[in-house]
T-cell receptor, first 115, second 112 residues
Framework: DGGITQSPKYLFRKEGQNVTLSCEQN?????MYWYRQDPGQGLRLIYY???????QKGDIAEGYSVSREKKESFPLTVTSAQKNPTAFYLC??????????????FGEGSRLTVL | KQEVTQIPAALSVPEGENLVLNCSFT??????LQWFRQDPGKGLTSLLL?????REQTSGRLNASLDKSSGRSTLYIAASQPGDSATYLC???????????FGKGITLSVRP
């Protein structure tokens, strides 16, 4: 089935460690996104990419890094520079052509807890 | 800067009731508006997408309307069921930066 797969679903990290969250899509979408969701704050955009080997910062990029070496994959690294990394992270993708251009599809999310 | 508002933050209704969820936005220069459903601890599921040239979209018991000039969208749920209990979010894609702006969502509880 087509969709977006995020892993791991739950992740625990000690302070000072970098962690990488995986996001893979088989929808043949050009654009991919990473959002962070915190209680009472809604979704905030971390990074997005509209084409392989190119990506842009979103509203809260500090302390995060991404890569887009393949169309299907958009991993997010939460670095030790991120001061409040405990959150629910959501990956999404969208097509940039066709009748439903811009329709966003989400993965099931990854919950990161810093101990 | 685009701002999206969803009021109230929470809603509780008895089963079988028809209900309307509201979404308002400040910048009418949008490409599209999308409604999502989110169950606790899960990702977002796309419900309906309305392009800027459209006035409404329907899927089963759901109907979403868009009025760009007034900066409003409504999601109508007919004959609500306990399984409809979830958080409903709207998001708009704005032309200025081609990024989605989300509302904070409405948490719906449908009582049996």
């Amino acid at each position: 089935d087509g969709g977006i797969t995020q892993s791991p679903k739950y992740l625990f990290r000690k302070e000072g460690q970098n962690v990488t969250l995986s996001c893979e899509q088989n929808l043949n979408h050009d654009a991919m996104y990473w959002y962070r969701q915190d209680p009472g704050q809604g979704l905030r955009l971390i990074y997005y990419s509209q084409i392989v080997n190119d990506f842009q910062k979103g509203d809260i990029a500090e302390g995060y890094s991404v890569s887009r070496e393949k169309k299907e994959s958009f991993p997010l690294t939460v670095t030790s520079a991120q001061k409040n990394p405990t959150a629910f992270y959501l990956c999404a993708s969208s097509g940039l052509a066709g009748p439903n251009t811009g329709e966003l599809f989400f993965g099931e999310g990854s919950r990161l807890t810093v101990l | 800067k685009q701002e999206v508002t969803q009021i109230p933050a929470a809603l509780s209704v008895p089963e079988g009731e028809n209900l309307v969820l509201n979404c308002s936005f400040t910048d009418s220069a949008i490409y599209n508006l999308q409604w999502f459903r989110q169950d606790p601890g899960k990702g977002l599921t796309s419900l309906l997408l309305i392009q800027s040239s459209q006035r409404e979209q329907t899927s089963g018991r759901l109907n979403a309307s868009l009025d760009k000039s007034s900066g409003r969208s409504t999601l109508y749920i007919a004959a609500s069921q306990p399984g409809d209990s979830a958080t409903y979010l709207c998001a708009v894609l704005t032309g200025a930066n081609s990024k989605l702006t989300f509302g904070k969502g409405i948490t719906l509880s449908v009582r049996p």
